[in-house]
Structures are given as C-alpha cells and as structure tokens.
C-alpha cells in the first residue's frame, strides 16, 4: 500500500506513534523515545519508498534492516499496517508465546530480515545483503536505520568501511541521531560530532535532514538512489519522544514504559495531533 | 596393529606418509566447492593466504570479500550474503575468530540462522612461534556452548576436505577447526566421515582413548605402544563435537572401563568436557581429560609445544598405564 501525500504518510506516522505507546503500556517495559522519534521515517519506508509485497513476503523485494532493534515497536507497526500481519497481534508484543519479541528475530517472520538487539551489527549485515545483491545484479536497495549510540561500538566504522571500500550505493543507511542513549545524551556518553564529517571522511555520502519531516525524508532518499559509487549516511536529526510532550528530548524514556495514566495522557496528546493533521 | 579395516586408513606408523595442513585441506575443498556452486563466496580479514582462500579468491574474485582486520564486521558481512542466498566460508586465525567475533556468531549467524561457516586455520598449540596470543585452545569450547551451529575437527588434511564438503551441505551455521602444520595424513578418500559419528580407528578392550583434531594420529601411535606393553586401547576419532554420539560412547565404557580424551585445546569445555558430559548420562566411567591443563602456551615449534605440555604419543600411553588403575574390578 502506497499513500502518496505528506499528509497520509503523516497520518502514518502518527497510527505508528498511537501503536507505540499501546504496545509498550500492554507489555509494560520496551522502548518508547526512539520509536516515536522514527515514526516519519518508518511511515516513508513502508508506505512511500520500499518495493514489497506484503502478501508474498519471500519474493525478490527491498531489505529493511534494522540496526538498534530496540526501536521495533514503530517498524513492527508499520509492518502490521502495511499488511504483513494483523495490528491486533501488536499488543502481544513481549509477551510470552508472541512471534513479535523483545528485539526482532528472523526466526518468527520472513519479512524480518536481521534478528537484531546486540548494538553493531545491522549495518555490516546490510552490506552482506547488499554484496549479494549486487554480485546478482539485482535492482533491489538494502534500507538500514541505525542508531547514533551505536556508533560507540567499533563494528559499526568496521562496516562503513567495507560499504565504501566495495563501493555499496544499493545500500541506504539512515541514523536516529536523537543525541540520546542509556546514560544519557550522545555528546556526555561518547561525542560523535561531527557525525556528518566523520562519514564524509569515510568516503560516503552523507545528506542531513530534519528526521521528522516528511519531504526532506523524502528527498534525501532520492538523493540516495541517485548517488553512484557510493553508499549513503542520512543523517536523521530526529526529536526522541516525539508527539509526547512529556518524553521528547528526555533520555529517561529511552527504555521505561508508560504507566496506564501516562499512556493515557500519550494517545490524548497523540490523538489531539492527529485531528490537525487531518485538519491541514 | 590391527587397524580398524572399515575405516580404510594408511598404517600411521609409516614413515613415509605424506605430511600436509587441514588448513591446506580447507583451501583446496573451497575452491572444488566454488567450481561447482556459485553459491560459495569467501571471506577473510587480511589473513588470505595464512587461511588458504587465496585459491578460491584467484579463481572467483567476484566471490571473494576482504573484509581487512574486521573480524566481527566479517561475521555479519557474512550473516547478511548468508540471509539473501549465499554460501559464505569466513576464516581468520581461532584466537580472533570465533575469538573475537563470538557476539556476532552468536547473534547473527548462530540465532539469526544463517548459512555461514566459520572456519579458523590457526587453532591450538600447533599455532607455534607466534605465542600464546594466537593459540587458541578456547574455541571449540566457545563454539559447543551455542545452540544451532554445528562443530567439526578434522583430524588430517583428508579429513579437513572432507569436513568442508559437508559443511557447504548443512543448511545452517558450522564451525570447523583447522590448522597450522603440517601433519602425517592417515586417512583416506575412502575413511568415512559421518555427521553425528565417532569414528572406531582401532578396537581394544582395556582402555579406549578419544582423540580429535591434530591428536588422533599421536594416539594411534600411543595404541601401538601400548600394545607392546600387552595393552589394548581402543582409539576413537570425534571429528563432531555437536552432539555426542552417545551409543558408542556408552558401548566403549561398558567395554573397557575407562577413558583418556586428547585434545589440542584447554581441557575445560572442549573433547574431554563432551565425553564427560555424555558418560556421565549413560554408564560413568573414570575420564583423564589431556590438554591444555588451564594455562596459556608460549613461543616454540609445535611440536616442542606439544612435547612440553605432554601431548605425544608416549605420554598418552604412559596417562593410559595410569588410568587402567583407576578402573572399577
């Protein structure tokens, strides 16, 4: 399923923020901040940009990994709302038994494809894709959202040299740089600015963007598909917590779940956003 | 000595065997396995050679991935050629591969399930001059304890062949341990190797003797002292260390009442751990587990290393003596 305008996809974003807080409150733990604060470029991925079928998950399609796998709430919704399976099952999420675990697994899903959670990992996995597909002459485009944090674990530089030395432009990478991670803000913890330098440096091409703006995500992944010979960092400066007044920018919801009344307080705020986006 | 005839083996106590690497076995089977499927690709951190894919990598450079001195980004490259259709073998030294990429076998090829195999040349005292650093004596055991990957130790350069053509059959993770030197080669193409199997080389009745890897050949050496002393030792070959092959473990305790197990590897969590683990569920028997004895290596041929800390023929044969005592009359 295509939607076509910003404001669909803005629309998305915003069922993907509602489910978000529904799935963390139901399973009362997961991760709350980076999700919501993805939620746009979730909606772009899976409403606008990636080539799927949601019927035939294992035909020839574009890849999706996802490197911080602690923010699979939102790609989970997405997942579910673009027809892979039913939003209804989202509220297992966590829970004992349910396919949709703690930090996602091949295992459970073909159209899940990295099992994720271990920090470091999902860019050099999306380069093992890309590689194949590009030693196949494939058209497919291998998508990877990473975190900024983990750009702290030196597997991450091990794999952003290796895109660029085989030179991967059928891969996308695309950063949550929402300053935030457990102890706190990214420049405390371990500074990484400049992110865009150190990427350039690496030989890639580096676009920066509001993360939470429909058009500019847009854009930036047309730019992407435009660039030859190289692979592509988008960074995406993004708001954690976004849509929730009470989380944004606080680094406290990176792994803490609403409680009933918080959540309440969430879906209000987030349905009260809804109705002037249908209002524009 | 009389060998056990099914296996089809050379007479170990020849001097005139051919000497060769299993990591020479591991190059050659990969380029055999690379004409045939073009599935296969290879590779490797800055270690081409030493590791043997640099046949595979003049023949196919297409297929072949220098991943430079990245052994965790070279587990993941692999996981991800591995998820869209690929056959990849990644090889580096043991000390850093499963050594320092543990996490990320673990995560995205063992339970991500990914067709990878992991094979590491330089395993073991036999590692020589370079030390203690790279002798891995810890990887079999670091690889046993994950679930959903399979572990191989070939025994010679036939045998390692062997090994890597049935890995490339396994659909999902395996891990073979090679080697550096190069070590009489007693097995043949005819020597069977089975998945799942503990190989009987020769039959005895007092002691049975378990072996793997670059050991199996000094323990058949160690038989035939024994049998001059009036002793029979039976030698087993355990090339898969996944799981056990219970029935002959049980059969050999019910039939000589004690064990020794050799391996080129610390005695925690490698061979010895594994029949342990086994005889212990079926009919105990007393274990002298030889090995590393929980310490590091050092600089040396390797041979001089195995000789220093006890692992050649005449000192398995003389722990063999020993251990006869320890069985219950």
Known sequence: MKLNSTKELALMANAIRADIIRMVNAAKCGHPAGPLGLAEIFSVLFFSEMDFDPKNPQKERDIFVLSNGHVCAGSYSAMAHAGYFPPEDLLTFRKFGSPLQGHPSRKYFPFIDNSSGPLGEGLGIACGYAAALRLDNKPQRVYCVVSDGEHDEGSTWEAALFAAKYKLDNLVAIMDRNYIQIDGTTEDVMPLDSIEEKYRAFNWNVISIDGNDIPQILSALKQAKDCKGKPTMIIAKTTPGKGVSYMEKNYKWHGVAPKDEDAAKALSELAAERKKIEQE | ?329
């Not at chain 2, 025994?155 to 073979?176: L, M, R, S, T, W």
């Not at chain 2, 039959?203 to 890897?213: K, Q, R, V, Y």
């Not at chain 2, 030698?235 to 219970?246: A, C, I, K, S």
């Open chain 2, 1 to 329: 000595m009389e060998l056990n005839t099914q296996m089809h083996l050379l007479n170990p106590l020849s001097p005139d065997l051919k000497k060769d690497s299993t990591r020479e076995g591991y190059g050659k089977a990969l380029l055999e396995l690379g004409e045939k499927d073009s599935r296969i690709v290879a590779l490797t951190a800055d270690l081409a050679e030493s590791v043997r894919v640099h046949y595979f990598a003049e023949k196919f450079p297409q297929r072949f991935f220098q991943c430079g001195i990245c052994e965790q980004n070279m587990a993941v490259v692999a996981a991800g050629l591995a998820y869209a259709g690929k056959i990849p073998f990644l090889s580096s030294f043991g000390a850093f591969s499963p050594g320092r990429n543990w996490e990320q076998i673990r995560s995205a090829i063992c339970y991500g399930n990914a067709n990878a195999k992991i094979v590491s040349t330089h395993t073991g005292l036999t590692v020589g001059e370079d030390g203690a650093t790279h002798q891995a004596l810890e990887d079999v055991s670091l690889m046993r304890s994950i679930p959903n990957i399979r572990v191989l130790v070939p025994c010679d350069f036939e045998q390692a062949k062997k090994a890597i053509h049935a890995a490339a059959k396994i659909n999902g993770p395996v891990y073979v341990r090679a080697g550096r030197e190069k070590m009489p080669v007693f097995t043949t193409q005819e020597t069977p190797f089975e998945l799942g199997k503990i190989s009987l080389y020769k039959d005895g009745s007092d002691i049975s003797i378990f072996a793997s890897g670059a050991l199996v050949h000094e323990s058949l050496l160690a038989a035939a002292e024994l049998e001059k002393e009036g002793i029979s030792a039976a030698v087993l070959n355990v090339y898969d260390l996944t799981e056990m092959d219970n029935s002959t473990i049980e059969k050999y305790a019910k039939k000589t009442g004690a064990f020794v197990t050799v391996e080129d590897h610390q005695i925690k969590g490698g061979l010895g751990s594994a029949i342990c683990e086994s005889v212990c569920e079926t009919h105990p028997v007393p274990v002298h587990r030889m090995g590393m004895r929980m310490e590091f290596g050092q600089s040396g041929k390797g041979s001089e290393l195995l000789k220093h800390y006890g692992l050649y023929s005449s000192n398995i044969a003389k722990v063999a003596k020993e251990q006869l005592k320890t069985k219950k009359r």
